[in-house]
């Protein structure tokens, strides 16, 4: 599978971007889809996931009411909404998909190495 993020750019503190992920291959829906991001000198770090039929979505603390994780699977889109933007947010953004049966454990769905496929990032900045 193939994975491409897109939709970055720069943003005011406030604002709002939409982040979409296209994804290649006839198995889209069988598969969760998850965001992560990696700031400058840091850690990649989980963001947001979602089941594969859409109906369970998993947020970051600091994202939960300011991001909405989506996808249509007609599409083989998935979506991050971001709303509110902070200066902390910076980031290059990344999709990534994993087995649906990481997202039953909260630290699985949280690490990295439970995603089998990645997309090139897209860079989101928030000035203040």
């Known amino acids: 599978v193939q994975l491409q993020a897109s939709g970055g750019g720069l943003v005011q503190a406030g604002g709002s971007l939409r982040l979409s992920c296209t994804a290649s291959?006839?198995?889209?829906?069988?598969?969760?889809m998850g965001w992560f991001r990696q700031a400058l000198g840091k850690e990649r770090e989980f963001v947001a996931a979602?089941?594969?039929?859409?109906?369970?979505?998993y947020y970051l603390d600091s994202v939960k009411g300011r991001f909405t994780i989506s996808r249509d699977n007609a599409e083989n889109m998935v979506y991050l909404q971001m709303n509110s933007l902070k200066p902390e947010d910076t980031a290059v953004y990344y999709c990534?998909?994993?087995?649906?049966?990481?997202?039953?454990?909260?630290?699985?769905?949280?690490?990295?190495?439970?995603?089998?496929?990645w997309g090139k990032g897209t860079l989101v900045t928030v000035s203040s």
């Open positions: 979602i089941s594969p039929a859409g109906r369970n979505t």
């Open positions: 990534a998909r994993a087995p649906a049966g990481v997202l039953t454990s909260m630290r699985a769905r949280s690490q990295t190495h439970s995603y089998d496929s």
């Open positions: 291959g006839r198995t889209f829906s069988s598969y969760a």
